[in-house]
């Protein structure tokens, strides 16, 4: 990953040298440009409604089985589709938030008469699918493909240890091959649900998955892989050219077989860089139609010269054969997101975050670390705890870990702030910092890692946990009170959560239900059965894919980043209200920064690769600019109120 020259390199640190100055035109290239183009599938057209029409008929078993728009047929996008997994043989399906993928699974395992099909989804979404695919083998089909005959994966046992084939030597000489869980099934069509789950390819998930299909292309077995999302593209091509390779293969417009290639194409596109420079264009450009270039001519900021190109790759994408997905603009109920500013502030939050970051000369605790002493490594985890601690928290180990792994983690934790500190490569991570050290760099810290190394496995060995399991320490109330209020004056909604210490506060706190793992409460009830208007707590990452929840509630505040899945769990088709209301909890400006993350992200890559419209950018509403926060109480501090009401404590 890191370049040297040993005439640049001054006896202790590299410096970092541009890896792809620009894409340049390699074989995947030449393949990709070569690719056969169609027009994007309209779900818009008449063509399409006659086509939901006509295959609704020939594939329900039951008159009228749903209230689906228009007169009880299947959604137009499921209709085109199906169509092209029919005529192509292969699909990729980007299907926006409501659009029906559900359904859409089980009708192409139907249609492409699958003798052993599979379907992979979050395990969060696992009870409710099974109940909804018994009831669509009652409705569709004719009974030719009964539930009984799919077969359901978590993408999280998918990455269980117990999922993976083994190779076991017996008596020194015979050689036993045990069968990982895809080998055991041996599916012939795999659907892949919520499919952006499999985004990070160097994931236990994704590698098994590849190795299954790699398996099936030498073996000669047909296997056809469709992932549906809508956020197969959040913040990187990585997160998704794999995915389209597996579903395509030779027809995915994105390299693949080229790793140079493939990093090129990221380096230029990417929302998000880390410690690399951004790769220039090149010949991405020669994609551009001359309206584009024109347009890319005329612009100068990087970033929507950056859009321009996006959307032309993503244009290219979507008139690939086999790629069939949503194309809407902004959907007819309108969506707003607010900003929920603190109203009664507890001075102790303030006082604990300025501790944290210059430390306490008092009790000679140093800069950058916990009350409990831990210190934080880098820039990355000092962000995440300001996080926490403005939410009035701070997470410790418990029960404490040994003194000697105490004092390799605080060798490791000190010697490696040191050196992102100083160091004359853009590296601005733990995790690249280790990467360096597995690279022959920073040998001066080699034996530190090693030490903290051994101590984690020797912890590990004894207690069967790599890090000694952590729980919350609470020294402020602040955003249970802000929360009562909130819930007080809106009268209902849904409290959204991103740490689970904090759902279970507010749940003990103010009586409400948390919906954690398994989207359940602590009574065992779903999600899915709450009453309308129920006030509730719900896990952002339990509950944020996969459920409808658009009959409960059109009220939601964000104790953590809202984003187009979780957002789309109550603005989609079919929301009974006229409006949907949304308001991100403010207390600090590291979540401000965390917002317009992802708006820039939605904006700027997403949005223009999947031609949808995303929730984040078409919401109407006042957030503050973190230029105005900035300029109202700076940088350093955690509080700013640019419209903030001022309060009395006697109200």
Not at 87 to 94: C, F, M, Q
């Amino acid at each position: 990953m890191f370049e040297t020259d040993d005439a640049d390199f001054d006896g202790e640190e590299p410096r970092a040298k541009k890896r792809f100055p620009a894409v340049e035109r390699g074989p995947d290239f030449d393949r990709i440009v070569e690719l056969e183009r169609r027009p994007i599938p309209d779900p818009r057209s008449a063509y399409a409604a006659e086509l939901a029409a006509w295959l609704t008929r020939r594939l329900r078993s039951v008159p009228n089985p749903y209230p689906l728009p228009p007169g009880g047929n299947m959604f137009p996008t499921q209709a085109l589709a199906i169509k092209e997994v029919m005529e192509r043989g292969r699909l990729t399906a980007p299907i926006r938030v409501g659009g029906g993928k559900m359904l859409l699974g089980y009708l192409l395992f139907l249609v492409t008469n699958a003798k052993r099909p599979l379907y992979l989804l979050p395990k969060s979404m696992e009870k409710e699918t099974r109940h909804e695919v018994l009831r669509y083998s009652a409705d569709w089909g004719r009974g030719k493909l009964p539930a009984s005959r799919v077969t359901f994966v978590s993408y999280e046992k998918l990455s269980n240890p117990s999922a993976a084939g083994k190779v076991v030597v017996a008596n020194g000489k015979t050689t036993v091959l045990k069968l990982g869980l895809l080998d055991r099934l041996r599916p012939d069509v795999i659907y892949a649900d919520e499919g952006h789950k499999l985004g990070n390819a160097g994931a236990i998930g994704a590698r098994r998955v590849d190795a299954y299909l790699k398996a099936c292309l030498e073996l000669g077995r047909d296997c056809l892989f469709i992932p549906a999302s809508g956020s197969l593209f959040r913040e990187s091509l990585n997160q998704a050219a794999h995915v389209v390779w597996w579903s395509l293969r030779e027809g995915s417009p994105f390299p693949h077989s080229s790793w140079e290639e493939k990093m090129a194409w990221a380096g230029a596109l990417d929302e998000k860089q880390g410690w690399a420079t951004r790769t220039e264009f090149g010949a991405l450009l020669d994609l551009l139609s001359a309206e584009e270039l024109r347009r890319y001519d005329a612009e100068t900021d990087p970033d929507d010269r950056r859009a321009i190109v996006c959307s032309s790759i993503g244009q290219r994408f979507l008139e690939t054969p086999g790629v069939v997905g949503s194309q809407d603009g902004p959907l007819g109920i309108p969506l707003s997101i607010e900003p929920e500013y603190v109203e009664r502030e507890d001075p102790g939050i303030e006082r604990a975050v300025a501790e944290m970051i210059d430390g306490d000369h008092a009790s000679g605790r140093p800069k950058w670390s916990l009350p409990d002493g831990t210190l934080v490594i880098d820039s990355l985890a000092l962000s995440r705890h300001r996080y926490t601690f403005n939410l009035g928290f701070y997470q410790v180990q418990d029960p404490p870990p040994p003194q000697d792994y105490r004092d390799a983690s605080q060798a490791w934790a000190k010697a490696a702030r040191d050196r992102l500190k100083r160091n004359k490569l853009r590296i601005d991570s733990e995790a690249n910092l280790k990467k360096a050290i597995a690279e022959g760099h920073f040998k001066d810290l080699a034996e530190v890692l090693d030490r903290w190394d051994a101590a984690q496995r020797a912890y590990t060995a004894e207690t069967g946990h790599r890090e000694p399991p952590s729980k919350a320490v609470w020294f402020s109330d602040e955003v249970v009170e802000e929360v009562r209020r909130w819930l007080d004056r809106e009268g209902t909604g849904i409290v959204w959560v991103g740490y689970i210490p904090l759902g279970k506060r507010l749940s003990e706190r103010l009586g409400l239900p948390y919906f954690g793992a398994g989207k359940l409460d602590a009574a065992g009830r779903h999600v899915s059965e709450m009453r309308r208007g129920e006030r509730a707590v719900c896990s952002i990452s339990a509950c944020g894919t996969g459920t409808n929840l658009q009959h409960f509630h059109s009220k939601g505040l964000w104790l953590g980043s809202p984003s187009e899945q979780p957002l789309g769990r109550c603005h989609r088709p079919g929301q009974p209200d006229e409006r949907v209301q949304n308001w991100v909890y403010l207390p600090g400006l590291v979540q401000l920064e965390r917002y317009w993350r992802k708006w820039e992200s939605a904006a700027k890559f997403a949005d223009p690769m999947t031609k949808q419209a995303q929730k984040l950018v078409c919401a109407a509403g006042s957030m503050p600019s973190l230029r105005d926060a900035e300029d109202e109480r700076g940088l350093g501090n955690r509080r700013w109120q640019p419209t903030k009401k001022t309060v009395d404590d006697d109200e």
